[in-house]
């Protein structure tokens, strides 16, 4: 769905920040997707696998978006890098991305305030819809900040390709 009112509207450029990250994890070798950017700091791996993880629970586990095979993402941070290859995370990557945008194809502001809770032990949290989509949003840059500096650090290519401008898009 590409309704002028859906939140894809509002949400524009994370996919071509979806597409970037991919892009620079996808051409890595097992070496390079254990590279850090300081001792005792995670991988590039372990960044990818958890911005995975992330996108699966917020998304899937606390909203109920997404397929039930979704949430064979969660916790893959948790796993051992053997269990995270390119290819993997490539995947994972992909499959959270279509669930992402998928809600923000079919969602309009009016399902920003949606409320949904987290049950931990002797504490409910309560969100909305807008803050889950923001937690995860930042969460994603943020950690692909790291990877893209980390690669950078190593001479590898990051994620500073150029965004678009309106003349760029013009037609």
């Keep these: 769905m590409n309704d002028s009112n859906s939140l894809a509207r509002f949400y524009a450029g994370w996919d071509l920040h979806q597409q970037r990250l991919t892009k620079a994890i996808a051409p890595l070798t097992p070496d390079q997707i254990q590279l850090q950017a300081a001792p005792g700091l995670l991988s590039v791996g372990v960044l990818a696998a958890h911005i995975i993880s992330t996108r699966a629970f917020w998304f899937h586990y606390i909203m109920g978006e997404g397929p039930a095979e979704i949430a064979a ?8 890098d053997s269990a995270r290859p390119v290819e993997k995370l490539v995947t994972g990557l992909a499959a959270t991305w279509a669930m992402i945008e998928a809600v923000l194809a079919r969602c309009t502001p009016a399902n920003l305030d949606e409320i949904f809770q987290r049950v931990d032990p002797g504490r409910v949290r309560t969100y909305t819809r807008q803050m889950l989509i923001w937690r995860v949003l930042e ?18 290519p990051g994620l500073a390709e150029e965004y678009p401008t309106l003349a760029d898009t013009a037609e």
Excluded: A, N, R, V
Excluded at 139 to 156: A, V
């Design 73 to 80: 993402w969660m916790g893959l941070d948790d796993e051992d």
């Design 139 to 156: 969460h994603d840059i943020h950690h692909t900040g790291e990877i893209s500096l980390t690669l950078g650090l190593h001479g590898l």
